[in-house]
């Protein structure tokens, strides 16, 4: 387990965590921002059963991650129960934000826990989410809440396995060119809310999710108060 509780704003390059995990506590502890489009931020490979944890150095605050993610498992085998296997990026603290662009392989987990009841965790994804083969996709792990904010265009599919995913963009359950399936298993849910008034002119405006096989499994979320699905606004499914 590595600790990076400083920035580290001379370093570029990309990044690699092959085993274990890396516990980030600055949003450039992994390397400085490149000024420029998304695209050409460095970036951070979480191989298979490794992981990369955000946990803010003073409680409470907000952490925004620029480089972009190529990710791969589940996430890694950890001595606390809560965190075992629960993400190969896993938000622990802080109402933290992904502007990275995700570059998926095979079934991804996200991870977002409580891991302190007196600090709240939530995570919001703005970058595109992607992954060229069919089995490419995502599985939502942990308690808390993620926001999906940007584009998805992989075929493999949602699963929220637990705690809640809201949806803000037409495509954040993946791509709509052809059917993909969203699986909620029984203690988690869907929120269908707003989109995000960036990516629509400055106005709140619905969403429209198409070509998804919904899978709806038990009552919804007890800790959020959601049902299965829970749609927030104006939205068309």
Same mark, same amino acid.
């Given at each position: 387990?590595?600790?990076?509780?400083?920035?580290?704003?001379?370093?570029? &390059?990309?990044?690699?965590?092959?085993?274990g995990w890396i516990t980030i506590q600055d949003?450039?502890?992994?390397? &400085?921002?490149?000024?420029?489009?998304?695209?050409?931020?460095?970036?951070?490979?979480?191989?298979?059963?490794?992981? @990369?944890?955000?946990?803010?150095?003073?409680?409470?605050?907000? *952490?925004?991650?620029?480089?972009?993610?190529?990710?791969?498992?589940?996430?890694?085998?950890?001595?606390?129960?809560?965190?075992?296997?629960?993400?190969? %990026?896993?938000? @622990?603290? !802080?109402?933290?934000?992904?502007?990275?662009?995700?570059?998926?392989?095979?079934?991804? &987990?996200? !991870?977002?826990?409580?891991?302190?009841?007196?600090?709240?965790?939530?995570?919001?994804?703005?970058?595109?989410?992607?992954?060229?083969?069919?089995?490419? &996709? *995502?599985?939502?792990? !942990?308690?808390? +809440?993620?926001? %999906?904010?940007?584009?998805?265009?992989?075929?493999?599919?949602?699963?929220?396995?637990?705690?809640?995913? +809201?949806?803000?963009?037409?495509?954040?359950?993946?791509?709509? +060119?052809?059917?993909?399936?969203?699986?909620?298993?029984?203690?988690?849910?869907?929120?269908?809310?707003?989109?995000?008034?960036?990516?629509?002119?400055g106005l709140d405006s619905g969403i429209s999710?198409?070509?998804?096989?919904?899978?709806?499994? !038990?009552?919804?979320?007890?800790?959020f108060g959601d049902a299965a699905l829970v749609?927030?606004?104006?939205?068309?499914?």
């Amino acid at each position: 387990h590595l600790i990076l509780p400083n920035a580290n704003n001379s370093f570029f &390059g990309p990044t690699d965590i092959k085993q274990g995990w890396i516990t980030i506590q600055d949003p450039n502890a992994l390397g &400085g921002p490149v000024i420029g489009v998304q695209e050409i931020q460095p970036t951070v490979t979480v191989d298979n059963e490794a992981a @990369l944890h955000l946990k803010p150095f003073n409680p409470g605050t907000s *952490m925004p991650f620029s480089p972009n993610l190529a990710l791969t498992g589940v996430g890694v085998q950890h001595p606390y129960e809560k965190l075992d296997f629960n993400g190969a %990026i896993e938000n @622990l603290a !802080g109402i933290n934000t992904l502007k990275s662009n995700i570059f998926l392989t095979g079934q991804v &987990g996200i !991870g977002v826990e409580l891991v302190n009841p007196s600090v709240a965790s939530d995570l919001t994804l703005k970058g595109e989410q992607s992954g060229p083969q069919a089995q490419d &996709g *995502m599985i939502k792990l !942990g308690s808390q +809440r993620l926001n %999906i904010e940007g584009p998805g265009t992989y075929f493999g599919g949602l699963e929220i396995r637990e705690g809640v995913v +809201r949806a803000l963009n037409n495509t954040s359950l993946g791509t709509d +060119r052809s059917t993909v399936t969203t699986t909620v298993q029984a203690g988690a849910a869907l929120e269908l809310a707003p989109q995000a008034s960036e990516l629509n002119g400055g106005l709140d405006s619905g969403i429209s999710v198409w070509n998804n096989h919904l899978v709806l499994n !038990g009552t919804g979320n007890s800790e959020f108060g959601d049902a299965a699905l829970v749609v927030l606004s104006e939205d068309v499914l």
